[in-house]
């Protein structure tokens, strides 16, 4: 049976309680517990799929086809442990699932109240696959006095009080104010939140302090006796680096022991942490460094990109290299020269996006990075652009361009090289979808196998010719182009094991140029860098050392 442990944040939003979680989850892992982490959010969307990436940052994509909040990344990422649709849930979810039962008359005629019938879908869902694991981390999105998670918060309360005594724990995150004029650390905000918190019946064990001042111990203890919590328990939580600090930061505050004391684990097992300290030498022992230019759409917000940045970062920790990423706006060069914003750079990533905005720019990214021979990474748009840009420069077809962008009917611009994916093979049944389907949760979504072609770059790359990797897209590119286009140089080296979906395609006669359908840098992990982000960085080492 699990003990659980709920993370709540205070103050303001941001602090990093899907940081702090993945760091424990790490640390519990480090004393030979196992460990699964959700998160609960309480926005309606049914999940953050269809938000804006300026709205949300990016949308973290599971094995399972779950389209999730960024903080599942960094689940992932702290604990190597893979997520699954039921490690994410939002107030849209639960209440379609309440409403869905509703209508099957599953309640048998009874008035749907938030107490007990939304606050007992909470508990069921944080209840899945208790028996699996030896803890269960659920950070509650948002910060105490919201009201939209205040179903969220009752349901814990609730889950606490039906469990065993001893079986939950809270952790609650807060902030402690610098105010420069009077060169203070103000306590006040966190009492205030802790204050909040009881008031709805939740108190706290455990308090981490956000903070960019050293926390005093007369501090510490005004905190511990204020919110009725012990001084040890009281955890600093200081800027960092590098977020691949935290763990050992946190361990050296005392937070891994701070819970197992709340929960009576005595004697501790001691932790193994070789693999954090192996992380942060890696980290600050590096040899040499790389730029490298990330030309995409919503280089406003770098959340919109987090796990391609992280992914980067850990390319850099197996090569020990710094790499310094650039947030390059492809709509600047959507009608001029791309050359003068990229010279200089030692190699270049295209993203994932949607819609039109900046894609002329990607396609000049490609060629730029084509032409002289400077390593290229395009994932899932990233690539499409690349082969739109062999498609025109190359074989010819110089309207190519993809459905997406032909937005009236009978008035088509481009030649369809990219083309809306209707249907699809995934396990044993095939997926159909249409044009006007709805958005949410209808793109072709989750981990698929590829098979690469024997003797390509990417076979090479990753030591195998069958992968799996995980996909969010509606568009492929048209595998009838498959010859015109191997005949210009745009090897096909990865497809579906149907032959039907283009997976991979690469530039025979370069040192590096690469595109791919999917996402990997949905699953590199700084223990575990990514074969293809590690040999991406790896090429553009090379080509700093030929400057």
């Known amino acids: 049976m699990a003990r659980f442990i709920f993370i709540t944040g205070g103050v303001v939003s941001s602090l ?144 606490s009080q039906d469990k065993p005594r001893g079986q939950c724990i809270f952790m609650h995150l807060t902030l402690l104010p610098w105010l420069a004029a009077s060169g203070e650390l103000k306590t006040k905000p966190t009492q205030h939140s802790v204050k909040e918190l009881r008031s709805i019946g939740l108190q706290p064990d455990i308090l981490v302090c956000r903070s960019e001042h050293p926390i005093p111990e007369k501090e510490r203890e005004k905190i511990a006796l204020f919110c009725n919590v012990r001084p040890e328990a009281v955890i600093p939580a200081y800027d960092l680096k590098s977020i691949y600090e935290a763990p050992l930061a946190y361990h050296e505050q005392g937070l891994d022991q701070a819970v197992l004391d709340a929960f009576q684990i005595s004697p501790a097992p001691r932790p193994d942490l070789a693999r954090w300290q192996d992380v942060y030498d890696r980290i600050h022992n590096t040899d040499g460094e790389v730029n490298i230019a990330i030309v995409g759409k919503y280089t406003q917000l770098e959340d919109a990109y987090k ?59 490609a060629q730029f990075a084509r032409e002289r021979k400077i390593p290229y990474l395009g994932i899932c748009l990233g690539m499409q652009m690349a082969v739109i840009e062999a498609a025109r420069n190359l074989a010819g077809l110089e309207t190519a361009g993809s459905e997406e962008f032909d937005h009236e009917a009978g008035k088509r611009r481009f030649e369809p090289v990219v083309y809306h994916l209707k249907e699809w093979v995934q396990g044993n049944h095939a997926v159909q979808r249409k044009v006007d389907d709805d958005k949410g949760g209808t793109m072709r979504l989750g981990a698929y196998t590829a098979a690469l072609a024997d ?93």
């Open 16 to 159: 990093g309680k899907g940081l702090a979680s993945a760091a424990l989850g790490s640390l519990l892992q480090a004393r030979g517990f196992t460990v699964r982490l959700r998160k609960l959010d309480p926005y309606l969307n049914v999940d953050p799929g269809t938000m804006s990436p300026f709205e949300h940052g990016e949308v973290f994509v599971t094995d399972d086809g779950a389209e999730t909040d960024l903080d599942l990344g960094h689940y992932e990422r702290f604990t190597g442990v893979a997520a699954r649709k039921t490690d994410s849930v939002s107030s849209g979810r639960i209440y379609q699932n309440v409403l869905d039962k509703e209508r099957r008359g599953d309640y048998l005629g009874k008035t749907i109240q938030v107490i007990p019938h939304v606050t007992n879908e909470i508990k069921d869902f944080i209840s899945i696959g208790e028996d699996e694991v030896d803890f269960m981390l659920c950070e509650i999105g948002g910060t105490v006095g919201d009201i939209e998670g205040l179903p969220f918060f009752e349901a814990i309360r609730q889950f």
């Open 307 to 365: 796990s391609i940045k992280e992914a980067l970062t850990h390319g850099g920790m197996a090569n020990r290299i710094k790499v310094n990423v650039e947030w390059v706006d492809a709509e600047i060069f959507d009608h001029e020269d791309a050359a003068p914003h990229l010279e200089g750079y030692h190699a270049i990533l295209v993203p994932g996006g949607f819609g039109e905005r900046g894609t002329e720019g990607k396609i000049k990214a």
């Open 455 to 547: 003797g390509s770059k990417v076979a090479e790359v990753y030591g195998d010719t069958s992968i799996e990797e995980r996909h969010r897209h509606r568009y492929e590119v048209d595998v009838k182009y498959r010859k015109k286009l191997e005949e210009c140089g745009l090897s096909f080296s990865g497809m579906s094991p149907d032959g039907r979906l283009p997976e991979i395609v690469e530039v025979k006669d370069h040192p590096w140029f690469i595109g791919v359908q999917f996402h990997p840098e949905l699953k590199s992990k700084p223990f575990d860098p990514h074969p293809l982000f590690r040999d991406f960085v790896r090429a553009a080492r090379d080509v700093s050392r030929l400057v």
